[in-house]
């Protein structure tokens, strides 16, 4: 390279960097478990999406991850959209289904006529897409841009450094249980992302000043509205989710080895969150950040 183009790609570069958010300190909560006879592992709360990137490695968080023998989290391909996309696209076509309109609430559909708009869709788009992956596909073209490369759980993959990475459940699973919801359950989780455009995800801009704070009370509130305040949607997508979990993670530590588990800081709140789950399993779960 010449030195005409060094000096113009460090000129773009500098550029680029100046306009990039500045990152913003962040001070997640994070657990740690330990059991009778000497397992340990550790749980910390991530969030999915952030407008901006978050200072989320302190010191203590740095610690666990040295002291952990393996990375557990939701899905483990989240840098592969190809794969994720073929996945999504394989389960969510059926044949005969009716018009996306006479799937809602009726005096939502003018909402989707907006919504559909608004992502540059159209209705005939969706012909044969099943209604969980309609809410799914407008929940996030809703958001009008994809803050998931701020998200944690992308950084706390990049901070395996060789370690290896669990699943807990992976794009298919985690797909197959809005796939396996019945057609009642998955317009319940169409209307509610037409009421609340992006409730799907669960992750209000409260949701994310509670994350960076550590105040899982607030997380506890939030985690309560949208679509989670649905009763058998919460069954599904929440409770059912984190007793599963639960008791992997007492597989794993009845194993000796040492998790660091980063699942959304939702899975972390109140009653049917993981610490409650795992001391209820009799572990000792402590508070440490």
Not at 171 to 195: H, I, K, S, T, Y
Request: charged share 25%; hydrophobic share 50%.
């Amino acid at each position: 390279m010449t030195a005409a183009p060094r000096l113009f790609a460090l000129a773009l570069a500098t550029l680029l960097a100046a306009c990039a958010p500045e990152p913003e300190p962040a001070n997640p909560a994070l657990w740690r478990v330990d059991g009778a006879r000497g397992e340990r592992g550790y749980l910390f709360g991530t969030i999915h999406s952030l407008d901006r990137p978050a200072l989320w490695r302190s010191g203590k968080v740095d610690a666990a991850l040295r002291a952990s023998d393996r990375i557990v989290v939701e899905v483990a391909g989240l840098a592969d959209q190809a794969a994720l996309q073929k996945t999504f696209a394989a389960m969510s076509k059926s044949p005969g289904l009716p018009p996306v309109s006479a799937r809602i609430d009726p005096v939502l559909r003018s909402r989707l006529a907006a919504l559909m708009s608004k992502v540059g869709a159209r209705e005939a788009s969706f012909a044969g897409v099943e209604t969980w992956a309609v809410a799914l596909s407008l929940a996030r073209a809703s958001q009008g841009r994809d803050d998931a490369g701020n998200g944690i759980d992308r950084a706390v993959l990049a901070a395996a450094e060789g370690r290896p990475v669990v699943e807990l459940e992976g794009a298919a699973a985690q797909l197959g249980l809005f796939d396996a919801l019945p057609e009642a359950e998955q317009r319940d989780l169409l209307n509610a992302v037409l009421r609340d455009e992006g409730a799907i995800d669960y992750e209000s801009a409260d949701l994310a000043k509670a994350w960076r704070q550590g105040d899982m009370a607030l997380i506890e509130r939030e985690t309560g509205k949208g679509l989670l305040a649905d009763p058998e949607l919460r069954a599904a997508l929440f409770t059912a989710r984190n007793e599963t979990w639960s008791g992997r993670l007492a597989t794993m530590l009845g194993k000796r080895e040492t998790p660091f588990v980063a699942v959304g800081a939702a899975h972390m709140a109140g009653p049917e969150g993981l610490p409650a789950l795992l001391a209820a399993r009799g572990y000792k779960v402590t508070r440490v950040q």
